[in-house]
């Protein structure tokens, strides 16, 4: 294990469908993020946990999205009633607690289109 | 809103040439400040990063200025190949969070 490990890579589904991403962090980090990237932006922040506990939700993720993060190790987030604004890359990291200095591992993302 | 400008948005240098990136932010909140590069269809991967009290970091061929008062910082690539050719991201973090503001990246192309 020695990256952020992310599944599907690429996902493409009909507007409406209900999507749902895997990460697998690295092993012994606690902390876990996802991000959005659209085309030509830069990653947005979505949601962060500390092991299993969801601490923080960004206002970009609405009543449609949801995280989890069973047992403080791989983390889903899936997206239910598909938009085509959904559209982007999703980018999951991880980090160790008390070594933020080191920054994020991302993994490679996932890039979802929706028709 | 963005928080974090970052200019240019592309920039062609040819090789052996010194590229330089730009950014500036508006919260003096931020307490640490990375750098990353992102090549098509991987993710972001962590070049060089910053506190706010130093002014200056060298890693490698990649160094950061950064200017507190004028709330600016940059990256420089020394001696820049054509392997460096990449997107690359600033970002900035609020003290006391773990989450980053992102620039909108700079697409670099350096030049055989």
């Known amino acids: 294990d020695t990256g952020v490990s992310q599944n599907p890579r690429h996902k493409i589904t009909k507007r409406g469908q209900n999507v749902t991403f895997r990460c697998d962090p690295i092993s012994e980090h606690n902390r876990l993020y996802w991000y959005r990237q659209t085309l030509g932006q830069g990653p947005e922040f979505l949601t962060y946990?500390?092991?299993?506990?969801?601490?923080?939700k960004s206002r970009l993720l609405s009543d449609r999205f949801s995280a989890e993060r069973p047992k403080g190790s791989f983390s889903t987030l899936e997206i239910q009633r598909t938009e085509q604004g959904d559209s982007a890359m999703y980018l999951c990291?991880?980090?160790?607690?008390?070594?933020?200095?080191?920054?994020?591992?991302f993994g490679s993302g996932t890039r979802l289109t929706v028709v | 809103q963005q928080q974090v400008k970052q200019s240019p948005q592309s920039l062609i240098v040819q090789k052996g040439g010194i590229p330089i990136i730009n950014c500036a932010y508006e919260n003096t909140a931020f307490d640490y400040f990375p750098w990353y590069q992102q090549f098509p269809g991987k993710g972001p991967a962590l070049l060089i990063a910053?506190?706010?009290?130093?002014s200056e970091k060298k890693e490698g061929r990649f160094t950061i200025s950064f200017n507190k008062s004028a709330k600016q910082f940059s990256l420089h690539i020394m001696d820049s190949q054509p392997g460096d050719s990449a997107t690359y991201f600033c970002a900035a973090r609020r003290a006391g969070t773990y989450k980053y503001i992102f620039g909108t990246g700079t697409r670099l192309k350096v030049l055989a």
């Open positions: 910053i506190r706010p009290d130093v």
């Open positions: 946990f500390q092991n299993e506990a969801q601490l923080e």
């Open positions: 990291a991880s980090s160790l607690l008390n070594r933020d200095d080191y920054g994020y591992t």
